[in-house]
C-alpha cells in the first residue's frame, strides 16, 4: 500500500520534459494495454485511441494544446521541454454514445503506467478539438475525450495541504518547482461511520 500511496502521489501532472529522450511505439502500447484492463460502463469499452511519438505527429498534436491555465505568464513548454509521446482518447460513437467517465480511468490508469515506468504526463481537456481532427485525420464517429502528454520529467513538484476555502490554484515557486495544492483529508471525508 505504501509503495501504491507513493506512486499515486508522486504522479502529479508534469508538463516539462527531457526532449531528448525518445518514447517509443511499444511502451505507449503497453500503456494502451493497461487501459484495456480498465473498468467501463456496461462494459461497452468505447474508448479507442492514437498513439504517437513522431516528431511531426508529436508537434501537430502540442499546437492544439492548452497548457497550464493558472500559470498565465507560461505559455507551455519550449520545444527542448515538450512531451516526446502522446495517447489521444477517443470515444466511438459507433459503440456508444454515452463515455460515462470511462475515459477518466483510461487517462489515470496509464498515467500510473507511465510513472512506474519512471515517465510523467499530464492529461488535457483543453484541446482546440477541430483542429485536432483535422490534423490527424480522425473520423467524424470518433469523440476527443482526452490527450495525454507524456515523456521523461524534468518538472518537480509537490504537494501543499490546503485549507477550505484556500487558493487550490497550482504554482511555480521560485526554484521553478511547482507546487500543486490538495485539500485536506478531514475535509474531504463527510462521514466516517
Ligand atoms: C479532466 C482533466 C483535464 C485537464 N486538462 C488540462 C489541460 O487542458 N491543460 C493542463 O495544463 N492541465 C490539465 N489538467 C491537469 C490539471 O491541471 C491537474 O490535474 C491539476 O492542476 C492538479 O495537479 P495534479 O494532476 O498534479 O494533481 C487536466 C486534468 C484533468 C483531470
Known sequence: MDAF???????????????????DTQTLTELVEL????????????????????????????????????????KGPEPGEQPTGYIVILGDTTISN?????????????????????????????????????LLGIGDHLEVKLVIALGKPVE?????????????????DENQVHHVPKRKLEDLILNAW
Open 98 to 134: 454515452n463515455f460515462w467517465c470511462d475515459h477518466g480511468i483510461a487517462a489515470q490508469t496509464m498515467l500510473l503506467g507511465a510513472r512506474a515506468r519512471g515517465l510523467a504526463g499530464c492529461m488535457f481537456a483543453a484541446i482546440n478539438i477541430k483542429k485536432l481532427k483535422t
Open 35 to 74: 487501459a484495456r484492463y480498465t473498468a467501463s460502463a456496461a462494459n461497452n469499452q468505447p474508448l479507442k485511441y492514437i498513439i504517437s511519438c513522431s516528431r511531426e505527429q508529436n508537434e501537430k498534436i502540442f499546437s492544439c494544446l492548452t497548457w497550464a491555465a493558472y500559470l498565465k505568464e507560461w
Open 156 to 172: 518537480q513538484a509537490c504537494i501543499d495541504d490546503v485549507d477550505e476555502g484556500g487558493d487550490i490554484r497550482y504554482f511555480r
Open 5 to 23: 500511496k507513493e506512486l499515486v502521489k508522486s504522479n502529479r501532472s508534469c508538463r516539462r520534459f527531457d526532449n531528448t529522450f525518445a518514447l
